[in-house]
């Protein structure tokens, strides 16, 4: 079985300040892996995804992610964090099989950007 | 586009009653997910429908729970004899297809209190 492992529960940074967001997974085989934010009070919100190629992975509002597979992490960045990206983060995986589709969450990260 | 869209947005009801809440997926979409959102279980994958195939019902966590999806469109998810534990955020997500590369979108979830 699959599973992802959020090791930080909250991060805190201010405003202009990169941000890392943590993320290690397990799965057979190769993974697909992803990141979604959630906003108060809203659903999941889609941010980045590997799937194959460059282990650099580009993504929305800024944000990117490296895939790691000799330490099997995928951890989020963004250069210069804002205010707006307080939110919280999930992090997510499924394996490359065909036949299994649903995903595995991490537990989650609650980012904070101060002023 | 409209996104997923789901209903009630918010359910208070007592134990021991049944509860039905609803999800519209984006418009083309041939996959349909349910998770829950708990504080203590994080998120969890509930069930998956993809086209005409048999549901992946293996996230359901009770025969109480079950989900249908008609005309390949809109979903049900059913919770018979309602128990406090089954207070929840329920997110429904759908993607264009299973493959890789075919990101889940999220409702805004249903908020459901069992009193």
């Known amino acids: 079985a699959q599973s992802v492992a959020q090791p930080e529960d909250q991060v805190n940074v201010a405003e202009g300040n990169p941000l890392t967001v943590k993320c290690t997974y397990s799965?057979?085989?190769?993974?697909?892996l992803f990141w979604y934010v959630q906003y108060p009070n809203r659903g999941l919100q889609f941010l980045l995804k590997?799937?194959?190629?460059?282990?650099l992975v580009k993504g929305s509002y800024g944000f990117e992610a490296e895939f790691n597979k000799s330490q099997t992490s995928f951890h989020l960045k963004k250069p210069s964090a804002l205010v707006s990206d307080s939110a919280l983060y999930f992090c997510?995986?499924?394996?490359?099989?065909?036949?299994?589709?649903?995903?595995?969450f991490g537990a989650g990260t609650t980012v904070t950007v101060r002023a | 586009g409209a996104g997923v869209s789901q209903s009630p947005s918010n359910k208070v009801t007592e134990k021991g009653k049944d509860v039905e809440l609803r999800c519209d997926p984006i418009?083309?979409?041939?996959?349909l997910y349910w998770y829950r959102q708990s504080l203590g279980q994080g998120l969890e994958f509930l069930i998956y429908?993809?086209?005409?195939?048999?549901?992946?019902k293996s996230g359901l966590p009770s025969d109480r729970f079950s989900a249908e999806r008609t005309g390949g469109s809109v979903s049900t998810l059913t919770i018979q004899r309602t128990q406090q534990e089954d207070s929840a955020v329920y997110l429904c997500?759908?993607?264009?297809?299973?493959?890789?590369?075919?990101?889940?979108?999220f409702g805004p979830g249903t908020r459901l209190t069992v009193t």
């Open positions: 418009s083309g979409h041939t996959a």
């Open positions: 590997y799937i194959t190629g460059d282990n």
């Open positions: 997500a759908s993607s264009l297809d299973t493959g890789a590369s075919y990101e889940q979108y």
């Open positions: 799965v057979s085989g190769n993974p697909y």
């Open positions: 997510a995986v499924r394996p490359q099989r065909s036949n299994d589709y649903k995903l595995s």
């Open positions: 429908f993809q086209g005409n195939s048999a549901p992946d």
